[in-house]
């Protein structure tokens, strides 16, 4: 059973639309995470959040934006899509950081045509 | 720069053999070393993980070797099932609490 959720899990949009991925957690973790990955590639970090109200980027440049107004709650928004930000995007959490293990959401497939 | 490096991408086994996915890591001060499981339109699951105190790690069917000096992991399926089939991401982590960087991964096929 899923304790982390991500919506919607595929999004086809059209460019310079604004869209917002989602991300919740229900275990009460301080840390969360967004991985971009494009098949056959790494899981790059692109944001990441220690906690209410902190947000970093990660180490691969993303358009993306992150808020973390609630302790359960992880939204990436993209303001204007294009089709370079075709991609998987992961969203996981943490208690401790990643030498414990992350628990990872079943991903968002987004397609910008 | 790519500090974990997978460079596999593919991997074919029969049922009832030993897997063997290898990893490798550029950055010395990775001291947490983890394994994930990802199946098609999934996320990535956790398999198993080591530190950098041990240099083997056992959990049923999966195990994790760790060689320090050569900079380079492993992880032992035995015996492979076909279930075992999806593409296995090394990671590793300067420090528990900092997030954890991934290789390209290996996609396991095992046949039966």
């Known amino acids: 059973e899923a304790d982390i959720y991500q919506t919607p899990r595929y999004l086809v949009i059209g460019t310079g639309k604004k869209i917002t991925l989602e991300c919740s957690q229900t275990m009460g973790h301080d840390k969360m995470y967004w991985y971009q990955q494009d098949p056959g590639m790494e899981l790059h970090l692109i944001h990441y959040?220690?906690?209410?109200?902190?947000?970093e980027k990660g180490d691969l440049s993303s358009e993306s934006t992150v808020s973390r107004i609630r302790t359960e709650h992880f939204p990436l928004t993209l303001e204007s899509a294009r089709p370079s930000h075709t991609s998987q995007y992961l969203c996981?959490?943490?208690?401790?950081?990643?030498?414990?293990?992350?628990?990872f959401g079943s991903g968002t497939r987004l397609t910008v045509v | 720069d790519q500090q974990v490096k997978q460079n596999s991408p593919s991997l074919s086994v029969q049922e009832g053999r030993i897997s063997i996915l290898n990893c490798d890591y550029t950055n010395s001060m990775f001291d947490y070393f983890l394994w994930y499981k990802k199946y098609p339109a999934e996320g990535p699951t956790f398999l198993i993980s080591?530190?950098?105190?041990?240099d083997k790690n056992e959990d049923g069917r999966f195990t994790v070797f760790l060689n320090k000096s050569a900079k380079h992991l492993s992880l032992h399926i035995v015996p492979s099932q076909p279930g075992d089939s999806a593409v296995y991401f090394c990671?590793?982590?300067?420090?528990?609490?900092?997030?954890?960087?991934f290789g390209k991964g290996t996609s396991l096929l095992v046949t039966p």
């Open positions: 080591i530190s950098s105190i041990k």
């Open positions: 959040s220690y906690g209410v109200n902190s947000t």
């Open positions: 990671a590793a982590s300067a420090n528990s609490g900092y997030a954890l960087n």
């Open positions: 996981a959490s943490s208690e401790y950081g990643g030498g414990y293990g992350y628990t």
